[in-house]
């Protein structure tokens, strides 16, 4: 070590505050205070200056909320922007939670990160010893350092314990990476199994599914039609009935269909229709079987070709424009529409969108791939042929329960009866 | 006390001039009742409200002081005592607002009642007689802990008994209890019966965030004051600084609440509970609506969050202005759409404003007058005046 340092060994906290006051006095220059505890004024008498400490929780913090609320609103808003429970797609306020969290997680760790590199506590520090003499007993001013280099100096004080330290050490740490070995094996369960439920009251929960039958309500069904009246956000009032606007040739959809409006209306059917109506309006989306009563499909259709006919694709299809305009906000048959904001813009898309499936253009694997991989060139793979055939059976074989299901329960009841 | 300290605190001049000023606020108020009508009431509510809340949740300062055993706050607790001991003289704005209570809670129609199941069913606990007396008792439980704290605290300048200290840590339990069970129901009363079928269970303690930062507000406005004034130069920076933390950490606590309350309703989306905000976010009102989060939380937040500025007089004087007209916007946007279909600032509003702030003015020169600005003989005070904030903090 080149420059020259005096060391000074107190044993009382007054005596070394006022040597700080007589060195700084004299104008030379103090290198450093360790003593075992904190004490009052020392601080100012070293003249030290702030810690930057607050400066790193405030670039943690603001890293924190800005990657949680970026990330949310990405995913919600432009990467897979779904509908949920009837809030927008940026849905700001319910990012605020995790958005908080991530603050307060980062803003900690990277404290405790600089803090830890602040005060060179790192696996094997290099110390720089000042004087080998140095024991806890004593306050003293002192060169850099951390803790570890007062233990290994006062395992050369005593040398009885020199040579024990590190191995006892080493193998404190084997024990501790051995202890959190386990957790990798946590990690080892198949894709399927949903491991050990500890109170599985968000899984299996006590109220109806949307979509269920309702023994208590008086038309048996679980989702309501919103009470007579209701006006949706942003609705805007139309002079036409339901059944005069089906008429009206003149209400024709002034959105041209060109490629900007059917990608948007394809968006939006992607986003609020596909999940019952299937990708072509067959009614076969995946929540379909599950459904009691198929949304899409009249209840008594004699066989499956008169089914097929009579699905609202057709009446999009070769229907006015007016009906499609008016089936958006109000509805045909079973659907039930959430309350939510609907903007005339999404309606115009929608109407769009029908327009291109009456020209033929959608294509039979779904729509989002084409709509996804026109602006980005990153389409979502279509499932295999095998995949698909296992679909397929998943869903027969769960309508046909479904179906048998009902027959059992229809003939319970009349046997109750 | 000096003569220069005496007019540091109010002397006779400001008694003049906040007397003055708070015969002005009753007469513009009256006017402001026979031309505006309901309007009037509200903004007595309003005024009256503003002073009481912060009266009570000043004493709750102080007892939070005495709970926790709180050495550093000895040197200034005559100024939350003196602001606690405001609650009767906040009382006179509060009272006259009670004789409006036709014209301000329609739960107190017979007719209403009689065609609202609802309203019928809430009737045993939302009824006149029984809201007045609730009403009373609450500015008297009040009134009467912030009063026996007080009291001990300035007998203890005379005979130095510790037992005075002793006392008032079992009093301020006592009223820490006390003040959150009826602070809820005033809010309760006060505020969210004003739209009866509106109901929120955080409502009470959203009130108190809003009283807290208020208070600590206040508090600070007086001792930078009073600082300036000369009356008080045993306030070091120190004090400030620690003032300064609790108020930029209930602004804090404040934008949690505020934001648990709207988050809830928000997400839920029911109607009956939705219906609040969303009269208060249109129509008018959005504005203000949304200038509160900005005043409470926004502002505070960053400008409290240097150190430097935890340790300025003028930055917390200013920041504490802020914060004071934003429970007022808050306790406006509260009240004033019961009666009122679009904001307005009329005679009524702004001489009940006066009237409400000469009053709260009046109350706080009168109580540090009263008595010696530092706790003479306080055990704690010795520690207070040497109380030091972390060179590095």
């Known amino acids: 070590m080149k420059a020259r340092l005096v060391l000074g060994v107190f044993r009382e906290e007054d005596a070394l505050v006022r040597a700080v006051h007589a060195v700084r006095a004299a104008e030379v220059p103090i290198h450093d205070a360790f003593t075992p505890y904190p004490i009052h004024g020392l601080e100012e008498a070293m003249g030290l200056a702030r810690s930057k400490l607050p400066w790193v929780t405030f670039a943690g913090g603001a890293t924190g909320v800005t990657i949680a609320l970026l990330g949310q609103w990405w995913t919600h808003s432009v990467d897979w922007p779904i509908e949920i429970g009837g809030k927008p797609f940026a849905a700001w306020p319910a990012y605020a939670p995790v958005a908080f969290e991530s603050m307060v997680l980062l803003a900690g760790l990277s404290t405790a990160a600089a803090l830890f590199v602040a005060s060179r506590l790192w696996p094997k520090p290099r110390p720089r010893l000042v004087h080998p003499r140095r024991h806890a007993r004593h306050l003293r001013p002192r060169a850099r350092g951390a803790r570890r280099e007062l233990r290994s100096a006062a395992r050369r004080a005593h040398p009885a314990r020199r040579g024990r330290g590190r191995d006892q050490a080493g193998r404190r740490g084997m024990r501790r990476w051995l202890a959190l070995a386990p957790l990798l094996v946590a990690c080892n369960a198949g894709p399927d199994d949903p491991g050990v439920m500890y109170m599985p009251e968000m899984v299996v929960s006590t109220p109806y599914d949307a979509h269920d039958r309702n023994p208590i309500l008086p038309n048996g069904m679980t989702l309501q039609a919103p009470p007579e009246g209701t006006v949706p956000q942003g609705f805007e009032p139309f002079h036409y009935a339901l059944e005069e606007a089906e008429l009206a040739a003149e209400l024709a959809n002034p959105i041209a269909p060109d490629e900007a409006a059917i990608a948007r209306g394809r968006a939006q059917f992607e986003t609020f229709c596909l999940v019952c109506h299937g990708a072509r309006g067959d009614g076969d989306g995946p929540v379909v079987p599950p459904f009691p009563e198929p949304a899409v499909a009249p209840r008594r259709a004699p066989d499956d070709d008169a089914r097929r006919a009579a699905l609202p694709r057709d009446h999009a299809r070769q229907g006015p424009d007016a009906a499609v305009r008016d089936a958006g906000p109000r509805g045909r048959s079973l659907a039930h529409r959430p309350l939510r904001p609907d903007a005339a813009g999404r309606r115009a898309g929608l109407g769009a969108a029908c327009d291109a499936r009456r020209g033929g253009g959608a294509r039979r694997d779904g729509a989002r791939c084409v709509g996804r991989s026109a602006g980005r060139g990153r389409a979502r793979p279509r499932p295999g042929p095998a995949r698909r055939r296992a679909r397929a059976g998943r869903r027969d074989r769960a309508r046909r329960r479904d179906r048998t299901r009902r027959r059992h329960r229809t003939c319970r009841r009349a046997r109750a009866r | ?199 929120s269970t955080m409502w009470g303690v959203y009130n108190f965030a809003g009283s807290m930062v208020s208070a600590l507000a206040t508090t600070l406005v007086v001792l930078v004051l009073l600082r300036r004034g000369g009356a008080l130069p045993e306030l070091k920076d120190d004090h400030l600084h620690d003032l300064g933390r609790l108020l930029f950490g209930f602004t804090c606590f404040w934008a949690y609440i505020w934001f648990s309350q709207y988050m809830l309703i928000w997400y839920a989306n029911i109607p009956e509970e939705t219906e609040w905000f969303v009269h208060r976010g249109h129509g008018g009102w959005e504005v203000l609506y949304w200038a509160i989060p900005i005043l409470l939380f926004v502002v505070p937040f960053f400008a409290l969050l240097p150190r430097a500025s935890k340790r300025s007089g003028s930055v917390l004087l200013q920041v504490s202005l802020v914060i004071l007209v934003g429970r007022w916007v808050d306790l406006f946007v509260t009240i004033q759409p019961a009666v009122s279909e679009t904001p307005a600032l009329g005679l009524s509003e702004i001489g009940a404003t006066l009237l409400g702030l000469c009053v709260l003015a009046l109350a706080i020169g009168a109580g540090l007058r009263k008595a010696s600005m530092v706790p003479r003989k306080d055990p704690f005070l010795e520690e207070s005046l040497h109380h030091h904030v972390g060179h590095t903090m």
């Open chain 2, 1 to 199: 006390m000096s003569a220069e300290q005496l007019t540091a605190v109010g002397g006779p001049n400001h008694v003049k001039i906040f007397s003055g000023g708070a015969a002005i606020g009753a007469v513009l108020v009256g006017a402001g009742l026979a031309i505006e009508g309901a309007r009037g009431w509200a903004a007595l509510l309003h005024a009256g409200t503003y002073v009481v809340t912060l009266a009570a949740t000043a004493a709750l300062l102080v007892s939070l002081a005495y709970v926790t055993g709180a050495g550093w706050s000895v040197v200034f607790r005559r100024v939350p005592e003196a602001i606690g001991a405001a609650a009767p003289w906040g009382a006179l704005v509060l009272a006259p607002a009670m004789i409006g209570i036709g014209a301000l809670y329609h739960w107190s129609h017979a007719d209403v009642l009689a065609e609202d199941p609802i309203l019928a069913g809430k009737a045993p606990w939302l009824n006149v007689p029984f809201f007045l007396g609730r009403t009373a008792g609450y500015v008297a439980i009040w009134a009467l802990f912030a009063w026996i704290l007080r009291k001990n605290s300035v007998a203890q300048d005379h005979d130095g008994d510790l037992a005075h200290t002793r006392a008032n840590v079992r009093w301020a339990t006592l009223y820490i209890i006390v003040y959150a069970l009826t602070f809820a129901a005033a809010s309760f009363d006060w505020l969210m019966s004003l739209d009866p079928h509106w109901f």
